[in-house]
């Protein structure tokens, strides 16, 4: 077991594209992807990308715990999944605007807009292809993750600097709670 330091905004390794990994079987992806599980956890975080921890591989490991998806939603919570290799393609036109945290950028939260609903495909730590179809909080996760592997962080996808700021100052406990119950609807086709 081993918790992670975590790469703050301004790190040369967050500000770079991550090298595509050749083999998501071998042990030190699984050993990575196991250490990032760990630093998750001892955070309380809903995902990490590779290069968040100074590792510059397109490796991203996120999960949607059940207590962080509001009552009645119809979104399902996500266990633990490791994406190597991921590819994001919206699905549609659709484009929302919420509330973003990243761990490397500790305490702050920003408005920024993305895609309503899209694909993910990836490999699996078997070395499977795999693919996810997600909406809503599901989405914006995989595709703030994703950007973490291409040298993006959320601010640089903000319109607005005035929808920045300390999460403190915003006076919502839980910023989860900044975002309607519709973006947790689940996959609508
Ligand atoms: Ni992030």
């Known amino acids: ?28 992806i699984a ?22 921890v100074y590792v510059g591989q397109r490796v991203v490991l996120y999960r949607l715990a059940a207590e962080r998806i509001p009552p009645g939603a119809k979104q399902p919570a996500v266990d633990w999944t490791a994406l190597v290799n ?9 484009r929302m605007v919420n509330y973003e945290r990243c761990l490397s950028l500790p305490d702050m939260v920003g408005k920024v807009e993305r895609h309503t609903k899209v694909r993910c495909a990836y490999e699996t730590l078997e070395g499977k292809r795999a693919e996810i179809v997600a909406r809503g ?5 995989l595709q703030h993750e994703c950007d973490h592997l291409d040298g993006v962080l959320y601010p640089m996808r903000m319109r607005e600097l005035s ?27």
């Open 1 to 28: 077991m081993a918790i992670l330091k975590i790469a703050r905004m301004g790190h040369p390794v967050l500000r770079q594209p991550a090298a595509a990994v050749t083999d998501p079987t071998a042990p030190e």
């Open 137 to 141: 909080f599901h989405a914006m996760v």
């Open 86 to 94: 991921p590819v994001i393609t919206p699905l549609g036109d659709g």
């Open 163 to 189: 929808d920045f700021g300390y999460a403190s100052e915003w006076k919502v406990p839980d910023f989860i709670r900044l975002w309607p119950p519709e973006a947790f609807d689940g996959p609508q086709d």
């Open 31 to 52: 050993r990575l992807v196991a250490d990032m599980k760990d630093t998750l956890i001892d955070i309380g975080g809903n995902g990490l990308a590779a290069p968040q």
